[in-house]
């Protein structure tokens, strides 16, 4: 228990030294003068946003369980959510919130090798669609990556996405277990059997995909209103400054930024989004509120998801979830 305690502490300095960092090099003399004039209204909005992002990701969930053939409740579903946030946020790269989704999801009576399925599923659908937005994100803004003509970016953003569909005309052919086997030949035995279950989890969320399409572009849909519900938490909040708004090229901005830390190697980004946002946004606002309102960002969008998700694991699951050993399978 006290190592629980410990681990969690450690993660309160982190966020709070580089919330308190931000803002200490971000800040200047005008910074209350304009906090003064905040709008409360955009609160509002603001909440109102992460209510309809949380709830299409909810359904987005209850319909790719549908489509693999099992149930779950909404309530299940918000369990589910709530979980990556809080597991996220505790592990490097984000890696403990999958782990996290399908341990919810077996407990709903979902089986482990479909609920991993799902969760892969689910991810690939947000990379999916910031990636099919890269192009477009590019083109409006040539001043994002002033430093590379916006012409290659789109090029190369275009290049990504008919590789994506290339890989999974790949994934479908039996020429890709084929080449696997080949090159996995002399890889010891456990590492052989990690990538062969990352594999079979891709190849078989590649086969649920393509299996009902029509359900698969719904969920596609809900994908886009979840995330673009829940990255226009910033323009409200610059709309509560009085700062007038280009929406395309805000989203597009928060686009690009949460592409970068789906990468990020550090605990649910921490440290990166801060900083990012402060590059992105901080010739849009005015001087010394872009480290506040980076703050602001992250505790409606992740440190509040975090605290849900901290209650129902705590709950679900006890105190030694995060140290619990996970059995020894063939399967994650």
């Keep these: 228990m006290n190592k629980f305690y410990q681990r969690l502490a450690l993660l309160i300095l982190l966020v709070g030294g580089i919330s308190a ?3 200490y090099f971000t800040v200047d003399i005008g910074t209350l003068g304009s906090l003064g004039a905040f709008k409360p209204w955009s609160l509002a909005a603001v909440a109102v946003c992460l209510a309809v992002g949380m709830y299409f990701d909810g359904t987005r969930l209850l319909h790719l369980v549908r489509i693999s053939g099992q149930r779950i409740t909404l309530g299940q579903a918000v369990q589910v959510i709530f979980s990556n946030y809080f597991a996220a946020l505790l592990t490097p790269g984000a890696t403990g919130g999958a782990v996290a989704q399908v341990m919810f999801l077996r407990r709903a009576g979902v089986p482990t090798g479909i609920a991993t399925v799902v ?11 910031l990636f099919v937005c890269l192009p477009f994100v590019f083109a409006y803004d040539p001043g994002l990556l002033p430093w590379v003509p916006p012409e290659l970016l789109v090029a190369v953003s275009g290049a990504i996405l008919l590789a994506g569909a290339a890989g999974v005309w790949f994934l479908r052919s039996p020429v890709s277990l084929r080449i696997l086997r080949r090159f996995t030949r002399r890889v010891g035995r456990e590492r052989r059997r990690r990538i062969f279950d990352l594999y079979r989890d891709t190849r078989g969320a590649v086969f649920l995909l393509l299996a009902a399409p029509l359900s698969m572009l719904r969920v596609f849909a809900e994908s886009a209103a979840s995330l673009l519900a829940l990255y226009a938490v910033v323009p409200m909040l610059f709309l509560g400054l009085g700062v007038a708004v280009d ?4 989203m597009g901005r928060m686009i690009f930024l949460n592409i970068l830390l789906y990468f990020a190697p550090t605990p649910g980004g921490s440290g990166i989004a801060e900083g990012g946002f402060v590059l992105l946004f901080g010739g849009l606002l005015p001087p010394g509120t872009v480290g506040i309102l980076a703050v602001a960002w992250r505790i409606m969008a992740e ?9 129902y694991t705590i709950k679900v699951f006890g105190r030694d979830f995060l140290f619990a050993q996970p059995k020894k399978t063939g399967r994650p």
């Design 21 to 23: 960092a931000v803002i």
């Design 119 to 129: 969760v892969l599923i689910r991810t690939l659908m947000s990379i999916m669609f």
């Design 247 to 250: 929406w395309p090229l805000v």
């Design 303 to 311: 440190y509040l998801p975090f605290a849900i998700g901290f209650y």
